[in-house]
């Protein structure tokens, strides 16, 4: 657009658990319109996670998401000639849709029977700070800190 940027939209808490950041989840999580189909993945992965370490399900995906949320991310700036990787501050919404994706991701690579299933140990193993998605956000911090010297190109 080249006038204004587009309004924001107003994103409805899910009914269950009256959480605006669930239903973020659930629409990354969802696949050719079917919100129903994802609605139930979800709760049945929290379920599944409630039951496995006997803790409140919820608080456990939050923990685990805020596991894998990167703070920083590098960037390609091109100066004289070079290309540098520039780290920079990521901004909070892209911030919690990176940890989303890359929870969602990593969960639909992994070998379990059904998606609940999948999306319930990634989640699990985001919470000990262990799996793909949280080495990912480690990688991530990583690559930040070796190209430190470069953080005065900043844009």
């Known amino acids: 657009m080249r006038k204004s940027r587009p309004k924001k939209r107003i ?6 658990f009256n959480d605006v950041l669930v239903t973020k989840f659930i629409n990354n999580l969802m696949y050719n319109g079917k919100k129903y189909l994802a ?12 039951e496995k370490t ?12 805020n596991n894998v949320t990167p703070s920083v991310e ?11 990787q520039i780290p920079t501050e990521i901004r909070p919404g892209r911030k919690s849709s990176i940890g989303m994706k890359a929870l969602i991701n990593y969960s639909r690579k992994r ?3 059904s998606m609940a299933g999948k999306l319930a140990a990634e989640i699990m193993a985001a919470y000990k700070e262990e799996g793909a998605a949280f080495k990912r ?3 991530t911090h990583r690559m930040a800190e070796a190209n430190k010297a470069f953080s005065h190109f900043r844009f």
């Open 39 to 50: 609605f139930q993945i979800f709760y049945d992965a929290i379920k599944i996670v409630s």
């Open 11 to 16: 994103i409805q808490p899910d009914p269950t």
């Open 111 to 113: 070998h379990e029977k």
């Open 137 to 139: 956000k480690e990688d």
């Open 74 to 84: 590098v960037r390609s700036r091109r100066i004289g000639g070079a290309t540098f």
């Open 54 to 65: 006997k803790e409140d399900g919820l608080e456990v995906w939050k923990k685990g998401l």
